[in-house]
C-alpha cells in the first residue's frame, strides 16, 4: 500500500456482468501519513460492509464449519484466505480498492485487499480484529504495508496472508514504524502486543535453551558411558596381552628345563 501523493485514489464496486466494473474516483490521496489514514478509512468502511454482506457471511461459516473453538476458526480462516487468495500489485497511479465480495469472486489482490476479506470473515463470525500499517527499512518514513491482528481470548495474533511463508502469528520482523487502526472499539495496546511477542520469544528461547542443556547433559553422559567402555576394552586387551606374554614365559620355562 505504497502511497505517493500523485496517486488516484479510486474503488472499484462490482455491477451486472452486462455493464461490467464502474470506477468511482475518490480524489487524490494527501502526501505521507495523511494518505495512509485516508485509504484505511476505506478499508474500515469496506471490512465493515463486507462482514454483513450474505456472501461473505455464509463463506465464513462454510470455512469454520465443524470447528468448535475460535482459535481454530481464527487459523481456519487466516490458512483459508492464504491458500485461496492471490496476490497481485495494484495497477500504477492507483491506490486501487474493492469490496470484499469481489475479492472473494475474483480470489486476488494487494495487501490492502487481502486485509479487507480477511477481517470482513474474521468478523462475520464475530472474531475481534485490527489493522496495521508498518514501515520497512527501505522507505522508513512511509508506511509502504499492512497486514491484520485478530483476538482470540485475551491474546491478539498477527496474521499476514500476503507473504509467502507466514503462519498464523507471525509478524514481519524488519518494521521501522507501526500503527495500529481499531476497526470497532477494541485494539491492543503496542505494550500489550510487545509483552506478548516477548513472553512468546522468551518462551521459545527458555524451550531451546532447556532443549539444548537437555541435548548437552545426554551428549555427555553418552561420551562418558563411551569413555568407560573404551577404558574396559582397553583394560581387556591389556589383561589379554598380560596373559598371553605370561603364557609365553611358561612355555619358555618349561622348555629350558626339559634341555637340563
Not at 487468495?85 to 472473494?104: H, N
Not at 464475530?126 to 496495521?132: F, H, I
Request: a positive charge; proline letters at 5%.
Amino acid at each position: 500500500m505504497t502511497i505517493y501523493p500523485t496517486e488516484k485514489f479510486s474503488i472499484i464496486f462490482p455491477m451486472t456482468k452486462i455493464t461490467g466494473h464502474k470506477m468511482i474516483n475518490l480524489g487524490v490521496l494527501p502526501e505521507g501519513d495523511a494518505g495512509t489514514a485516508k485509504t484505511v478509512q476505506h478499508l474500515i468502511r469496506l471490512i465493515r460492509e463486507g462482514s454483513q454482506d450474505p456472501t461473505i457471511i455464509l463463506t465464513a461459516r462454510e470455512i469454520v464449519k465443524g470447528v468448535n473453538n475460535d482459535y481454530e476458526r481464527a487459523k481456519a480462516i487466516f490458512n483459508w484466505v492464504k491458500q485461496n487468495i492471490g496476490y497481485v500489485r495494484d495497477p500504477r497511479g492507483l491506490e486501487l480498492l474493492r469490496p470484499a465480495s469481489k475479492i472473494l469472486e475474483e480470489k486476488i489482490g494487494d495487501c490492502d485487499e487481502h486485509v479487507v476479506l480477511l477481517n470482513s470473515l474474521f468478523r462475520a463470525v464475530g472474531l475481534p480484529s485490527v489493522l496495521v500499517t508498518i514501515s520497512t527499512p527501505k522507505a522508513p518514513d512511509v508506511y509502504t504495508h499492512v497486514y491484520s491482528m485478530v483476538k482470540v481470548g485475551d491474546i491478539w495474533y498477527p496474521v499476514d496472508t500476503t507473504v509467502k511463508n507466514s503462519y498464523f502469528g507471525w509478524e514481519y520482523p524488519f518494521r521501522i514504524r507501526r500503527k495500529i487502526w481499531p476497526i470497532d472499539y477494541e485494539k491492543p495496546e503496542i505494550g500489550a502486543v510487545a509483552d506478548i511477542i516477548k513472553k512468546a520469544v522468551t518462551g521459545a528461547y527458555g524451550s531451546i535453551k532447556e532443549g539444548m542443556k537437555e541435548a548437552v547433559k545426554t551428549q555427555l553422559e553418552q561420551q562418558k558411558q563411551e569413555n568407560v567402555k573404551q577404558v574396559a576394552e582397553a583394560q581387556e586387551k591389556t589383561n589379554i596381552a598380560w596373559m598371553i606374554f605370561i603364557g609365553l614365559v611358561l612355555v619358555l620355562a618349561s622348555l629350558g628345563g626339559e634341555h637340563g
